[in-house]
């Protein structure tokens, strides 16, 4: 399939590290927000979701934390796994947004080192 | 498997033509969302569909349109198209307020 990966920032981990992926997001007024996992060739893939009023949830080997002070959002993965490479977005959804009228940031490639 | 399918998986047209893409909401889905979204970089929001009826609009020009049919189902037309049409085009279902499922994409390629 065709690469989504191409001119976007990368973060190169071996396999059973942690992996932190970073997010800036643009909107004050965002009170949801949204990682997905984009493999080559496919569509976004929900991982994790949080809302406004939470600054840490766990899901299963993922954690995502909200900062609103400066409005930043991070996604951890724990033990990384060869199956994790792919491109990572974060999306937002301003207050009273729909959940599918979604703002995807500029995503990250997620390359796992075997 | 999402349950959202969309057709054709690729397509190449020339400069000032129109295209039509299609997409299969997950069964029971009444919203439909479409996305573009240009090599290297996040997807971009067209519109979205909700029971047959436009439902929020992104920055996209009249030459982008679509439909929703009774069955939910949506097309997306694209009208007059330009070499920066080319990109991924996905399409996203989903019930009112509940989490939205993406189609694998149609990969247009204008030339």
């Known amino acids: 399939g065709e690469s989504v990966g191409l001119h976007l920032p990368t973060l190169s981990v071996q396999e059973g590290d942690n992996s932190i992926i970073n997010c800036a997001y643009s909107n004050s007024a965002s009170d949801y927000f949204i990682w997905y996992k984009q493999e080559s060739g496919k569509g976004p893939q929900f991982i994790i979701d949080i809302r406004s009023n939470m600054d840490k949830r766990q899901g299963q080997r993922v954690t995502v934390l909200l900062n609103k002070t400066v409005k930043h959002l991070s996604l951890q993965i724990a033990a990384t796994q060869p199956g994790d490479s792919a491109v990572y977005f974060c999306a937002e959804i301003p207050y009273g947004g729909a959940t599918n009228k979604l703002i995807f940031g500029t995503g990250t490639l997620l390359a796992v080192q075997p | 498997e999402t349950g959202v399918t969309q057709s054709p998986t690729h397509l190449i047209k020339t400069r000032g033509q129109q295209v039509t893409l299609r997409c299969s909401s997950q069964s029971g889905h009444n919203t439909v969302s479409w996305y573009q979204q240009a090599l290297g970089q996040g997807p971009q929001f067209i519109f979205q569909y909700y029971r047959e009826e436009e439902n929020g609009r992104g920055n996209f020009p009249p030459r982008f349109s679509g439909l929703q049919f009774p069955n939910y189902s949506s097309e997306l037309n694209v009208n007059a198209l330009e070499l920066d049409d080319s990109a991924l085009y996905l399409c996203?279902?989903?019930?009112?307020?509940?989490?939205?499922?993406f189609g694998q994409g149609t990969r247009l390629t204008v030339v």
């Open positions: 996203a279902s989903s019930l009112q307020g509940s989490e939205a499922f």
